[in-house]
């Protein structure tokens, strides 16, 4: 028989409704959720451990639940609960998720108790391969709603993550390949993500240009083209937050990767690049990432920012 961590009665004031008068008006939402521990690690193994590392924060848990909850509109619960079910996968070790989102005081004439959906999925299923990069889950609570521009999205690992909780996702790329791939994927799982083709370096002549104050959010992952950095700044909105890693200097130096050296920040260079833009996190290291598909989580030297235009 599986272990599972389980949390009842998870209650938060949410907007969720069919119309927008409906969601306008917070009302009381109630999460009942089981996590089943992966088989192997199960819970016994854990508890032989007794450290909170090699478990399921339930209070992490909570905590991401009531972010999405309290943070995000949405029509239908059905929506809501397919979001939790997403970011359960993608930051949980979890091999299997079993939800309960209900109105607890629905709107509906006769209704004395609550109204609700259940949700049972399994990792299998749900997850997405590769996962998203560590650094953008880590501080995805202090992005701003809205559109999102990822750019050179290869794979479309960070576009499927924010998409599941909701944000309007605009990829590029020039793999045309990997474009169908992603959109194909998209399709399947009703996701409000689009994707382009676009060769960012076709002309050394031409500067990159984006639309001025088009996005919330602007996600770059292991790509550096100097260029294009003003045309990124303007792309933002007020209060839009850009989120970027790549490899250091440090990394051709130690690994020869990328294996010229142009592909690779010097130190503090971001900061220098992104100047004007007011630094909510900013760190220089070697870190256990994933830069593509084909690679696990393994160590590189990486610049990671994350900064909000004023």
């Known amino acids: 028989m599986a272990d599972h961590l389980i949390i009842e009665r998870l209650e938060f004031q949410g907007h969720c409704g069919v119309t927008s008068t409906e969601r306008k008006v917070a009302q009381p939402i109630g999460v009942d959720l089981e996590l089943e521990y992966p088989p192997d690690a199960p819970l016994t193994a854990v508890a032989a451990a007794d450290n909170i590392e090699r478990a399921m924060d339930y209070a992490r848990v909570a ?12 029509c239908l619960l059905e929506t809501l609960a397919e979001r939790l079910c997403s970011v ?12 309960w989102v209900r109105k607890l005081a629905p709107p509906v004439t006769g209704v004395k108790g609550s109204v609700g959906v259940r949700l ?8 997405i391969e590769p996962a998203p990069a560590k650094f953008l ?12 521009l990822d750019v050179a999205a290869g794979r479309g690992r960070n576009a499927l993550y924010l998409a599941s ?34 060769d960012l370096e076709a002309d050394p002549n031409v500067l990159p240009e984006f639309p001025k104050e088009r996005y919330d959010v602007i996600l770059v992952f292991f790509y550096l083209y100097r260029p294009l950095f003003p045309a990124l700044l303007q792309a933002l909105r007020p209060g839009g937050v850009l989120v970027y890693e790549t490899f250091l200097i440090d990394n051709h130096l130690r690994h020869q990767h990328p294996r010229r050296k142009e592909f690779c920040l010097a130190h503090n260079e971001l900061l220098r690049l992104t100047a004007g833009l007011r630094v909510l996190h900013y760190e220089e290291g070697e870190h256990h990432t994933a830069w593509d598909g084909a690679h696990g989580s393994e160590p590189a030297f990486t610049a990671r920012l994350l900064a909000r235009k004023e």
């Open 137 to 148: 889950m880590e501080h995805v609570h202090l992005l701003p709603k809205g559109e999102v």
């Open 165 to 198: 909780l909701g944000y309007r996702v605009e990829g590029i790329d020039r793999d045309e390949q990997a474009l169908a791939e992603l959109t194909a994927t998209a399709q399947r799982r009703r996701l409000n993500l689009t994707m382009r083709y676009v």
């Open 88 to 99: 359960l996968f993608a930051e949980f070790p979890a091999s299997r998720v079993r939800l």
């Open 120 to 127: 049972d999925r399994r990792r299998a299923a749900q997850i």
């Open 63 to 74: 905590e991401r639940i009531l972010e999405i909850g309290r943070g995000q509109e949405c």
